[in-house]
């Protein structure tokens, strides 16, 4: 077994931008021609990792972190131009009249599948097939439940039909005749994104740029998993969750986070040796060099809450038996490049499970400047083994949160940086890259020097969120050059 470093054998910076943040792109930044010029100003400016949030397909509210799967890439990021430079999609059958920019990429997604399928290469047509079947145990279940989704007015699963619902054979063997056409595209379109993903994944490592992505713990209630494996999960014979998951009152909000998700059942889980997550690590492993487990202390213990409850403030903490599962994926997986979420209610229990696998935690500078000079996000108290950030994706900008201080907290900012005569946030990007930490990682919003309004994601909220991105414009002709000579200094480079 390999330990964690690889990406991590050595002192390293990034960024951390989602690929639904990269610019010029219908509705949102996909796997095309702005994706490789990202990968391109990652290495002249002497970074080393790419940082993505999750990759699979969202609900309606864009969310990465509830997925209508746990394998599956979301369709929204496929480049349209990939698809017409091999001549599956024909611009003049692609155009539409002015919808949403989300409805454009379904319906050119559609053209790109007839397209294919009537001019297909026999080699094309042979990749197609072996990924068909190399991915089968997933991509079966999770095409038809996006099929009986669509038919079923996009209601979640648990409202369907009893016979789908409840997955009857014949139900199930009469839809999958009935759908075989739009099956077959759900898998195309997995078949292209897998395909995309891989050539943009071989172009970063010819750049000397490794993929890290981002893995959450928990399932959402309507996806493929939960209703194909209802087995492994807390619901009753009508689908409906018996206790569902979040956190405590904390950092975030004082009502704590209610995620909705229905709890796994861990003792059907291990007694068949964790399959299932077997299953999911090894897609993870297809797509990254290195992998985030968000809400790592979940593996040690997790927030059971009611499902009637409307918040989080009602519940308790139940034991997890991460360490059994820790132990049969490093059994499996010669190469398990791990990062723990270590945030928020940590306790000696969650600290010792991820050090018995060498697993780096996370360090957020924006959580470091109260509690004195013991506080464990100042970086004078950090090891080697950990990724340091200015902040996260749930963060606020560097800069609007350093403006929104109060002023004798911003002095003891000041102060502990140094009174750098650099503009904020560039004294904070200079803490994380000259720490001990071997990975320094920035949200891209800070390497613009961005303020208030920018912010990907504000925690406890569903409405506004995950829809910022850059444009090139914003990126000063000297930036790559100075982030270089940063890393250069602080031997990141």
Known sequence: MRSTPGVLDRRRGGILL???????????????HQAYRFVEFLAASGMSVWQTLPLGPTHDDGSPYQCLS???????????????????????????????????????????????????????????????????????????????????????????????????????????????????????????????????????????????????????????????????????????????????????????????????????????????????????????????????????AYWEIQSEAKTAQQGRWVRAPGKALLKKLHEVFDWLPLVAEDLGTITPSVDALRDAFDIPGMKILQFAFDGGNNNPYLPHGYEKNCVVYTGSHDNDTALSWYQALPKHQQHYVNSYLGFSQEAMPWPLIRCAWRSAAQLAIVPMQDILGLGAGQRMNIPGTTQGNWQWRYRWDQVEGQLAGRLKALSRLYGRC
Request: aromatic share 14%; with cysteine.
């Open 70 to 300: 746990v394998h599956a890439g979301n369709p929204l990021l496929i480049s349209l131009d990939w698809l017409r430079d091999r001549g599956w999609l024909d611009p003049a059958s692609s155009a539409l009249p002015a919808t949403s920019p989300e409805d454009y990429r379904r319906h050119c997604l559609r053209v790109a599948h007839q397209g294919f399928s009537r001019q297909g290469a026999e080699l094309s047509m042979q990749v197609y097939d072996a990924f068909s079947r190399k991915h089968s145990a997933w991509l079966d279940d999770y095409s038809l439940y996006l099929v009986l989704r669509a038919e079923n007015a996009n209601r979640a699963w648990m409202d369907w039909p009893v016979q789908l619902r409840d997955r009857e054979p014949r139900a199930l063997q009469a839809a999958r005749r009935r759908h075989a056409g739009e099956i077959d595209r759900v898998r195309f379109e997995q078949f292209v994104f897998f395909e995309q993903w891989g050539e943009l994944r071989d172009y970063a490592h010819r750049y000397g740029v490794r993929l890290f992505g981002d893995m959450p713990i928990f399932v959402a209630h309507d996806s493929a998993e939960v209703w194909a494996h209802r087995e492994y999960f807390a619901i009753d014979e009508q689908g409906r969750a018996q206790t569902v998951a979040g956190v405590p009152p904390d950092y975030f909000s004082n009502t704590g986070q209610r995620w909705g998700n229905p709890h796994y059942r861990w003792d059907v889980m291990q007694a068949d040796g964790f399959d299932w997550w077997v299953r999911r690590m090894a897609t993870q492993l297809e797509f990254f060099d290195l992998i985030r487990i968000d809400h790592f202390r979940g593996f040690q």
């Open 18 to 32: 989602h690929l639904s943040s990269l610019p010029t792109s219908p509705g949102n930044g996909d796997l095309g």
